[in-house]
């Protein structure tokens, strides 16, 4: 049982480049989310998805995109990337029953 | 929206101590205040949770208590061991099921000296 598992965990971007990551989950969760954090500032929701074919800004959504793929799958675009989008990102599921979140390992992501 | 204060940053005790870490919130409307641990390196795990209709839950040695009309709760670490080094995260939210916005914390760095 994987539970969430999230690609790539390491990558180098330059200003203006653009990437998708990815997440995939395998507990049957309707929710899903994308949280960034950063040193000091704890960890902030750039947007969920609380059903299959849904999707909702959170905090910090400026400069993201997501995509529901499916009821597994929820991926995190960053079309034009910029220093301040720098941080780890992880995603998360929850099901319908409790609030627990269950993180994947988290994603470095640098901008240069 | 929802905004959750947490204090200390930092917090060193000695083993075999307490610790407490504390949380205030601003939406009265928050129901759900769970709390995550974050070994170094790893991901944020929950450790314990708590809704507004108890005022306190345990679970071993650690424990939450929460008051609604001061809008803070609180975790508990009794007996503190090395294994507990880690940042510690609260939250909050409306709801606590499936698709809540849950609201973190700035997180506190726990560190238990031998």
């Known amino acids: 049982n994987a539970g969430v598992t999230q690609t790539p965990k390491f990558q180098v971007l330059k200003t203006g480049q653009s990437m998708t990551l990815q997440c995939a989950q395998d507990?049957?969760?309707?929710?899903m989310y994308w949280y960034r954090q950063d040193p000091g500032m704890g960890l902030r929701l750039i947007y969920y998805?609380?059903?299959?074919?849904?999707?909702d800004k959170g905090e910090v959504p400026n400069g993201y995109n997501v995509s529901r793929l499916n009821k597994r799958e929820f991926s995190l675009r960053l079309e034009s990337a910029a220093p301040s989008q720098t941080s780890v990102y992880f995603c998360?599921?929850?099901?319908?029953?409790?609030?627990?979140?269950?993180f994947g390992e988290g994603s470095r992501l640098t901008v240069l | 929206g929802e905004n959750v204060e947490q204090h200390p940053s930092t917090l060193s005790v000695q083993e075999g101590d307490s610790a407490v870490i504390k949380c205030t919130y601003s939406?009265?409307?928050?129901?759900?205040f769970p709390w995550y641990k974050q070994e170094l390196g790893k991901r944020p795990q929950l450790i314990i949770d708590?809704?507004?209709?108890?005022g306190e839950k345990k679970d071993q040695r650690i424990a939450v208590t929460l008051n609604k009309t001061a809008k803070h709760f609180s975790l508990h670490i009794t007996e503190t061991q090395p294994e507990d080094s880690a940042v510690y995260f609260c939250?909050?939210?409306?709801?606590?099921?499936?698709?809540?916005?849950?609201?973190f914390g700035t997180g506190t760095q726990l560190k238990v000296e031998l």
């Open positions: 998360a599921s929850s099901g319908s029953q409790t609030g627990e979140l269950f």
């Open positions: 507990m049957n969760h309707n929710s």
């Open positions: 998805s609380a059903s299959e074919g849904t999707t």
């Open positions: 939406d009265s409307a928050s129901n759900y």
């Open positions: 708590i809704r507004s209709n108890v």
């Open positions: 939250a909050a939210s409306v709801g606590g099921g499936g698709g809540n916005k849950l609201t």
